[in-house]
Nanobody, 115 residues
Framework: QVGLAESGGGMVQSGASLRLSCASSARLFRLHDMAWYRQAPGKQRELVASITKDGYTNYPDSVKDRFTISRDNAKKLMYLQMNSLKPEDTAVYYC?????????WGQGTQVTVSS
């Protein structure tokens, strides 16, 4: 079992920045593909950013050029730098870790962006 703990959420104004962190308990963190998802009230959970074990990243158009995903394998941490936040970015943000077809999820951290 892998434990994931997100942190760094909060309430900010439009245009502000936040950095989310995801701490993993995985012994072989460096082999896990990682991702950030978010879920707004009444909406489905959606992919925000992903990073493979080899460091390849992917973003949907809605956050491209504003969000940056990164990882520190030595510290077993993943980050999401979010710039130019918009009210539509308001959601609970979840960390996901994947290894050999098994997904693990964190409990989420709330991000609220006011206009």
């Amino acid at each position: 079992q892998v434990g994931l703990a997100e942190s760094g959420g909060g309430m900010v104004q439009s245009g502000a920045s936040l950095r989310l962190s995801c701490a993993s308990s995985a012994r072989l963190f460096r082999l896990h593909d990682m991702a950030w998802y978010r879920q707004a009230p009444g909406k489905q959970r959606e992919l925000v950013a992903s990073i493979t074990k080899d460091g390849y990243t992917n973003y949907p158009d809605s956050v491209k050029d504003r969000f940056t995903i990164s990882r520190d394998n030595a510290k077993k941490l993943m980050y999401l730098q979010m710039n130019s936040l918009k009210p539509e970015d308001t959601a609970v943000y979840y960390c996901r870790s994947s290894l050999s077809g098994v997904d693990y999820w964190g409990q989420g951290t709330q991000v609220t962006v006011s206009s």
